[in-house]
T-cell receptor
Framework: SQQGEEDPQALSIQEGENATMNCSYK?????LQWYRQNSGRGLVHLIL?????REKHSGRLRVTLDTSKKSSSLLITASRAADTASYFC???????????FGSGTRLSIRP | DTAVSQTPKYLVTQMGNDKSIKCEQN?????MYWYKQDSKKFLKIMFS???????INETVPNRFSPKSPDKAHLNLHINSLELGDSAVYFC?????????????FGQGTRLTVV
């Protein structure tokens, strides 16, 4: 299977805490992307990390990639209510015409 | 300007009908996709087109027929609608550059078959 598997399936944390979600995949990749989906909306691209990169930052987001373990993690620091959403990873392969998603992690931020 | 736009946003129709969903992107991308998201929120790729050519057809019933008149448009036509077709359908586009690029999604079309 070429899709990523997100873990955990659901995560509930207090506002201000950090949220970590993980993605595992099975075959070699060129890159890995993370997306966010707010309820009832389309997916929004968050960050892309290439296979030769180990870590990447974007604002409060930090993504790591471990190609030896075929896994990636997304860390959201100082969470806010607006971070409540589902988060999906999408491993990228040599064929760029295929972006496949797992079932996602549903993140809930408690006030 | 909306980057990827789908119409209609909502579609309620009876079983057995034929319906179409339209998608247009103004980003100059060469690849477009259709995804189906069911009630459990699993997002499944249905089709991928690159430069108007079908690249991916992921075990979708042949009642679903994508049509790409040009690189900026990818429409989805569904024949003989069934209850199980009820879902949210998302169109997306990206550029198939080396190393991969981000995909932009439309707002979705919520299809309800009654």
């Amino acid at each position: 299977s070429q899709q990523g598997e997100e873990d955990p399936q659901a995560l509930s944390i207090q506002e201000g805490e950090n949220a970590t979600m993980n993605c595992s995949y099975k075959t070699s990749i060129n890159n890995l992307q993370w997306y966010r989906q707010n309820s009832g909306r389309g997916l929004v691209h968050l960050i892309l990390i290439r296979s030769n990169e180990r870590e990447k930052h974007s604002g409060r987001l930090r993504v790591t990639l471990d190609t030896s373990k075929k896994s990636s993690s997304l860390l959201i620091t100082a969470s806010r209510a607006a971070d409540t959403a589902s988060y999906f990873c999408a491993p990228g392969y040599s064929s760029a015409s295929k972006i496949i998603f797992g079932s996602g992690t549903r993140l809930s931020i408690r006030p | 300007d909306t980057a990827v736009s789908q119409t209609p946003k909502y579609l309620v129709t009876q079983m057995g009908n034929d319906k179409s969903i339209k998608c247009e992107q103004n980003l100059g991308h060469d690849t477009m996709y259709w995804y189906k998201q069911d009630s459990k929120k699993f997002l499944k790729i249905m089709f991928s087109y690159n430069n108007k050519e079908l690249i991916i057809n992921e075990t979708v019933p042949n009642r679903f027929s994508p049509k790409s008149p040009d690189k900026a448009h990818l429409n989805l036509h569904i024949n003989s609608l069934e209850l199980g077709d009820s879902a949210v359908y998302f169109c997306a586009s990206s550029y198939s550059g080396t190393g991969g690029t981000e995909a932009f999604f439309g707002q979705g079309t919520r299809l309800t078959v009654v």
